[in-house]
C-alpha cells in the first residue's frame, strides 16, 4: 500500500477533497484517486441536458501536480465523445494550459463542472479540442453508456447510473454548484506560449531525472510507422517528497546564507566600533596632552 507525507499541503487538500466527494457526491459527476496514486482521478461525468451530449456517460483522467492546489490539473478524456480528443491533455481555463486563470480555491468539483459547462461550446481550434456533426456526438453518447474502464473495472453507467443524475438540483449542494466562477473561454496557446511550455517541460522533466526523449513512441502497424504520445503520469509519492524535501533544503540552505550573512554584518559593526572608539581615545589623549603642557607654562 502506498503511503504519503500527510504534512504536505497537496496529500492534505488532496484527502479532504477525496473524503468531501465521497460523502457528498455530485448527481451529474463521479471521481475518485486511483488505488495506486492519489494524485491521478479518474471520473465520470453525465452529458449536459438539452444538448447533443444529453444521455452520454463520459471518463476520463485528472492529473494533478505536486504543487497542487496552487497549479492547475491536466485533464484527459478516455470515452470517445466528439468534442474531446482521447489520451492527450485539454486545453481549457480551469487546466495547465492556462495556469493564469487558476484559483486555489478550485478543487476538483469545480473542474468537473467546469467540464460539463464547456462541453457544449465549439473548441474553436484549442488544443485537444474536436467538432463533429451533431449526430455523430449523438451516436457517442449512446454508446458512451456502456464504455468500460480498465482501472476502475465498471462500465460508465455502473459509475453514473440514470437514477443519480435524475436526482440533480434536488439537493442544497446542488444549488451552490449553481453558482460557480464564470470560467473563461480559454483560446488555443500561441506558437510562443507553446515553445515556452515545451522548454518549460523539458527543462522539469532534465531536473527530475526523466529521459524526455521517451515523451513519445514509434508504434509499427502493417508496415508503416505511427508516433503515439506517452500517456500522462502524475506524480508519484517519491516525486512529491522529494519536492518537499527540495523546498525545505533551499529554504534551509537560505536560512544558513541569512545568518551566514547576518553574523558577518554584526562583525563588521563591531570592527567599525572599535575603530570609533581608538580614535575617540587618541584625540582625548592628544587634547590632554595640550591642555597639560599650557597649564605647565
Not at 461525468?45 to 451530449?53: A, L, M, N, R, V
Not at 476538483?108 to 451533431?134: H, S, Y
Not at 474502464?149 to 459509475?159: H, I, Q, R, W
Amino acid at each position: 500500500m502506498t503511503t504519503y507525507n500527510t504534512r504536505n499541503s497537496a496529500v492534505k487538500r488532496i484527502m479532504v477533497e477525496a473524503s468531501d466527494l465521497q460523502k457528498n457526491p455530485g448527481h451529474r459527476y463521479n471521481a475518485a484517486p486511483t488505488e495506486d496514486n492519489i494524485f491521478e482521478w479518474h471520473f465520470t461525468i453525465s452529458g449536459p441536458p438539452d444538448t447533443e451530449f444529453e444521455g452520454g456517460r463520459y471518463h476520463g483522467r485528472i492529473i494533478l501536480p505536486a504543487e497542487y492546489p496552487y497549479k492547475p490539473p491536466s485533464i484527459l478524456f478516455l470515452t470517445p465523445n466528439g468534442r474531446f480528443e482521447l489520451h492527450k491533455k485539454i486545453c481549457l481555463s480551469v487546466t495547465g494550459y492556462h495556469p493564469e486563470f487558476w484559483m486555489p480555491a478550485w478543487g476538483v468539483r469545480t473542474v468537473l463542472l467546469a467540464i460539463i459547462g464547456f462541453m457544449p461550446q465549439r473548441g474553436n481550434g484549442a488544443i485537444g479540442a474536436i467538432d463533429c456533426e451533431p449526430e455523430e456526438r449523438m451516436r457517442l453518447a449512446k454508446k458512451s453508456r456502456q464504455w468500460f474502464c480498465e482501472v476502475c473495472k465498471k462500465k460508465n453507467l455502473e459509475l453514473l447510473s440514470d437514477e443519480q443524475v435524475a436526482l440533480d438540483g434536488t439537493t442544497d449542494a446542488d444549488q451552490q454548484e449553481g453558482e460557480l466562477p464564470d470560467f473563461k473561454m480559454a483560446s488555443s496557446p500561441t506558437p510562443e506560449e507553446q515553445k515556452k511550455d515545451t522548454s518549460t517541460s523539458a527543462t522539469a522533466s532534465k531536473s527530475s531525472g526523466r529521459d524526455t526523449s521517451s515523451a513519445r513512441k514509434v508504434v509499427k502497424s502493417k508496415g508503416k510507422e505511427t508516433i503515439q504520445p506517452v500517456p500522462e503520469t502524475a506524480p508519484s509519492p517519491e516525486t512529491v517528497e522529494s519536492s518537499t524535501k527540495s523546498s525545505k533544503n533551499t529554504t534551509s540552505t537560505t536560512t544558513q546564507n541569512s545568518n551566514s550573512s547576518q553574523t558577518r554584518l554584526n562583525v563588521t559593526s563591531e570592527t567599525n566600533r572599535k575603530q570609533l572608539d581608538y580614535v575617540i581615545a587618541i584625540f582625548v589623549f592628544l587634547l590632554s596632552y595640550l591642555v597639560y603642557n599650557k597649564l605647565s607654562r
